[in-house]
């Protein structure tokens, strides 16, 4: 096994952590996070095991749609510091081993975006092809809105031209022409000025919507025929630009349409996708005590290029969708996690983090994140997992997740010094409130969730195979357990996760082995010997998990 292979990709084996910087650490007392903050906690990521750091837009913005509606490619937005605020940030993180990335939101921008106001004030503007217009009344697309709760449409008519612009997501929001030369050289410029301020990469925003083509008249369509050609030209520019940077894409859609979007078997387009079809499928397993939608999920992953790589994960700053199981699997999830309206979002999600959902038991809560870590992929953690953040279920829709960072018992969890009337929004109430769950307390706390997280990355880190690795679902006789094998270049991880409450006995065969050859558990002092034909039987606790490194004689590797 050559671990510097590892560092070429470094994609690969890293651990994730994704964060708005409005509410993770105030430095001035403003009440609103900032980029100076967020520098001063830069010790808490890499103590935590974080190695690649993923900012939330923090470009100049109305804020209607928390900064995802933005006014300048190329700015920063003036609450949460300046461009020399930014490349300290960058500067401090690669210091402590953790590269950052940060959204590209270039679907669309804010409608008080000098392109959209410049477009929308004549006819004849030149920027008025960087949008899509109609003069003809739109058909009904009530059908086709992402926020069914805000909008009836995606056309929206401007009183001005009299004519209808296309929106994908809020009305505010008009999407760009990507068909435009215009558009996609602006959008490359503004990659590579990031790219030059240090950021190693990008998580691309709602990728299909980005590529599609409604609206756009027959002649540009003509010109882009190929929408894939043009996530292949970003991708060929990120390298030339900075050779070890990455497209990280947001792209909801069944595993054989997301095979388009790495760019098949070359490999040439997105370098990693979110797994939305496992996470959905986590939650239907765990709804049911029944390992089998995740084990068909994680099977049905088509082959992808060696350069190519899922990030998978519990959480994200939006509602946990469910979009992709059926009607009656959405009912279950929503029965077990989430059994109130309120709870629920957009008629397709939940509006829940994970501890609240599974009623603060710290076994499963262990569980789920010990086989996040486990399963082949890139783990990607949401500020606040790693100590059990709960949600605030009387904030508006995605809004009851993005809540202040909880780093004290303080009332407003130490996250700024501001008055609560002006905090950028309230902390959550009730028992996951900051007296209850905060990072002071669980960092000195070797029994704490933020402990167990930190001790998963390492092991995960240790571990390439999980990252490198071939996955294989193992077969046994329990339907509520889940076991898998990484293997890469000799090395083998082996892993269970009992999705059910009882405790159980797993018998595995692993394939005719040398004599002496053990089991290794990484997570708990203890060893098993197995049979001469690789047989063995492993004790599991309910919701209890194992990570077992296959140790043969001979091996040099610390097991």
Same mark, same amino acid.
């Given at each position: 096994m050559r671990i510097p292979d590892t560092s070429d990709l470094w994609w690969k084996t890293a651990v994730v952590y994704c964060l708005d910087v409005e509410t993770f650490f105030d430095s001035n007392g403003d009440g609103v996070g900032d980029l100076a903050g967020l520098s001063q906690r830069v010790d808490y990521l890499a103590e935590l095991g974080v190695t690649c750091l993923w900012l939330m837009p923090f470009y100049p913005t109305p804020d209607r749609d928390d900064g995802y509606d933005v006014t300048d490619l190329y700015g920063v937005d003036h609450r949460l510091g300046t461009h020399g605020d930014l490349v300290e940030l960058i500067r401090t993180a690669r210091d402590r081993g953790i590269r950052v990335i940060a959204d590209l939101v270039v679907n669309h921008t804010s409608d008080q975006h000098p392109w959209f106001?410049?477009?929308?004030?004549?006819?004849?503007?030149?920027?008025?092809?960087?949008?899509?217009?109609?003069?003809?009344?739109?058909?009904?697309?009530?059908d086709q809105v992402s926020f069914p709760d805000q909008e009836d449409s995606i056309w929206q008519l401007d009183e001005g031209t009299g004519e209808w612009y296309l929106h994908r997501f809020y009305k505010h929001q008009p999407d760009l022409n990507v068909a435009n030369p215009r558009v996609r050289d602006e959008i490359a410029k503004a990659m590579g000025f990031w790219l030059q301020l240090g950021l190693s990469g990008f998580r691309?925003?709602?990728?299909?919507?980005?590529?599609e083509e409604t609206g756009i008249p027959d002649e540009e369509r003509r010109h882009f025929a190929d929408p894939h050609a043009y996530l292949r030209a970003l991708r060929s520019f990120l390298g030339r630009r900075a050779g070890d940077a990455i497209l990280l894409g947001e792209v909801n859609l069944p595993h054989e349409d997301q095979a388009k979007f790495f760019g098949g078997q070359d490999g040439n387009e997105l370098t990693m996708l979110f797994d939305f079809i496992t996470m959905q499928?986590? =939650?239907?397993?765990?709804?049911?005590?029944? #390992? $089998?939608?995740?084990?068909?999920?994680? +099977?049905?992953?088509?082959?992808?290029?060696p350069d190519s790589h899922w990030a998978t994960f519990v959480r994200n700053h939006d509602e946990l969708t469910l979009d992709k199981l059926s009607e009656d699997e959405r009912?279950?999830?929503?029965?077990?996690?989430?059994?109130?309206?309120?709870?629920?979002v957009y008629g397709r999600g939940l509006k829940r983090r994970l501890p609240p959902m599974l009623d603060g038991d710290p076994r499963r809560i262990r569980m789920v994140y010990s086989l996040l870590f486990s399963l082949p992929g890139t783990p990607v953690l949401y500020y606040g997992e790693e100590i059990g953040m709960g949600e605030d279920l009387d904030a508006d829709g995605r809004a009851a997740v993005r809540t202040p960072m909880q780093w004290?018992?303080?009332?407003?969890?130490?996250?700024?010094?501001?008055?609560?009337?002006?905090?950028?929004?309230?902390?959550?109430?009730?028992? =996951?409130?900051?007296?209850?769950?905060?990072? #002071? $307390?669980?960092?000195?706390?070797?029994? +704490?969730?933020?402990?167990?997280?930190?001790?998963?990355?390492?092991?995960y880190r240790e571990c390439p195979e999980l990252g490198w690795g071939d996955f294989t679902v193992l077969d046994q006789p329990h339907a509520q357990v889940l076991a898998h094998r990484c293997s890469w270049t000799g090395g083998t991880i082996v892993a269970l996760h009992n999705l059910g409450a009882e405790p159980l006995t797993v018998p595995l065969s692993l394939g005719d082995q040398e004599p002496g050859t053990r089991l290794v558990d990484l997570l708990q002092q203890d060893t098993t010997s197995l049979s001469q034909g690789?047989?063995?039987?492993?004790?599991?606790?309910?919701?209890?998990?194992?990570?077992?490194?296959?140790?043969?004689?001979?091996?040099?590797?610390?097991?």
């Open positions: 106001r410049a477009a929308r004030s004549s006819k004849d503007s030149p920027y008025r092809d960087f949008y899509v217009w109609r003069s003809d009344p739109p058909p009904d697309t009530s691309v925003d709602a990728v299909p919507f980005f590529l499928n986590l =939650y239907l397993a765990m709804a049911r005590a029944d #390992a $089998a939608p995740l084990a068909t999920a994680l +099977s049905s992953r088509p082959a992808l290029n009912g279950e999830v929503f029965a077990a996690f989430g059994p109130e309206p309120r709870m629920q004290t018992a303080h009332a407003d969890g130490g996250f700024s010094t501001a008055p609560p009337s002006r905090l950028t929004a309230r902390p959550v109430p009730g028992g =996951y409130g900051p007296e209850h769950v905060n990072a #002071a $307390a669980q960092r000195r706390d070797p029994d +704490s969730l933020w402990s167990f997280i930190a001790r998963l990355a390492q092991r690789g047989d063995v039987e492993l004790p599991l606790e309910g919701y209890g998990y194992r990570w077992l490194r296959l140790d043969r004689p001979g091996d040099r590797q610390l097991p």
